[in-house]
């Protein structure tokens, strides 16, 4: 049985990744892939505290996340897509220039 503190360091691990990923890249893809992979760390983290104490609560956040990272992703993407289609790039740079 792998312990609870196993699962909360692969957590931090990715967390720490996807923190990385959200403050140094440029793309708006990779962005958002760190974004999600934060997320995801979080989930790991609450599976595993669940688990630890034999409450359900854990699970069901699990869940909630989940379907808030899937509408993140449908309204993100078509948010990426209509800003590709008007600038033909997403660089994170260049989208302050959105204004006016």
Request: proline share 1%; aromatic share 8%.
């Amino acid at each position: 049985m792998v312990p609870t503190e196993a699962y909360v360091i692969l957590s931090m691990v990715l967390f720490a990744m996807g923190t990385m990923g959200v403050l140094l890249r440029r793309n708006a893809i990779v962005v958002f892939m760190s974004v999600e992979l934060m997320l995801n760390s979080a989930n790991i983290a609450l599976v595993a505290f669940s688990r630890q104490w034999g409450q359900a609560d854990g699970h069901l956040f699990t869940f909630f996340v989940m379907t808030v990272a899937a509408a993140e992703v449908a309204v993100g993407l078509a948010l990426i897509v209509a800003i590709f289609r008007t600038k033909q790039s997403i660089n994170i740079d260049e989208l302050h220039l959105m204004e006016g």
